[in-house]
T-cell receptor, first 112, second 116 residues
Framework: GENVEQHPSTLSVQEGDSAVIKCTYS??????FPWYKQELGKRPQLIID?????GEKKDQRIAVTLNKTAKHFSLHITETQPEDSAVYFC???????????FGKGTKLSVKP | NAGVMQNPRHLVRRRGQEARLRCSPM?????VYWYRQLPEEGLKFMVY????????ESGMPKERFSAEFPKEGPSILRIQQVVRGDSAAYFC??????????????FGEGSRLTVL
């Protein structure tokens, strides 16, 4: 089945710095690449996604880039703020339609 | 428009007891997914259901675990004879039509099971 590896597992940045989280995958047929954010004790929520016909997508301070040749996609957060502190998960379509397989998560800490 | 509703939010069981977790998907959604999250870990897929059908249960342990999504009422994840290792947060998610093969999953707040 599909496998996704996410790095780093933890990331600490100063407020205002940028943060980058990367995921690599193995199935070249993957065509949907979402990122979810989970604040402490809360539900995971979709923050941005990209489909395979696009190389980059941006939404204010967050962006996702996709390199299909190298089979990796990355989340970029610019001008980080303390409220960006959370666990971020990348995901890929799983074996059955609609199901998502999640990376192990990156715990981002933004220090004021 | 209510989101995905899960109950109970917290459940404490002793070893050997049964745990039943309920999930009502968002209005209009017919696809339900259950995930398990251990402390400090990621979301592990368990089972995917549509009304009255189990579509994919490849992530669910073969013993003690079962799931259903009846024609009427919520989806239920049932864990029989719980053990300490079952302690985790169980998240339910739902989705609507699957454009392009995948779409956004909307998660509930989770049910946190503690086995004593």
């Amino acid at each position: 089945g599909e496998n996704v590896e996410q790095h780093p597992s933890t990331l600490s940045v100063q407020e205002g710095d940028s943060a980058v989280i990367k995921c690599t995958y193995s199935d070249s047929a993957s065509n949907y690449f979402p990122w979810y954010k989970q604040e402490l004790g809360k539900r995971p929520q979709l923050i941005i996604d990209i489909r395979s016909n696009v190389g980059e997508k941006k939404d204010q301070r967050i962006a996702v880039t996709l390199n299909k040749t190298a089979k990796h996609f990355s989340l970029h957060i610019t001008e980080t703020q303390p409220e960006d502190s959370a666990v971020y998960f990348c995901a890929l379509p799983g074996g059955s339609q609609g199901n998502l397989i999640f990376g192990k998560g990156t715990k981002l800490s933004v220090k004021p | 428009n209510a989101g995905v509703m899960q109950n109970p939010r917290h459940l404490v069981r002793r070893r050997g007891q049964e745990a039943r977790l309920r999930c009502s998907p968002m209005k209009g959604h017919s696809h339900v997914y259950w995930y398990r999250q251990l402390p400090e870990e990621g979301l592990k897929f368990m089972v995917y259901l549509q009304k009255e059908n189990i579509i994919d249960e490849s992530g669910m342990p073969k013993e003690r675990f079962s799931a259903e999504f009846p024609k009427e009422g919520p989806s239920i994840l049932r864990i029989q004879q719980v053990v300490r290792g079952d302690s985790a947060a169980y998240f339910c998610a739902s989705s609507g039509s699957l454009s392009g093969g995948s779409g956004e999953l909307f998660f509930g707040e989770g049910s946190r099971l503690t086995v004593l």
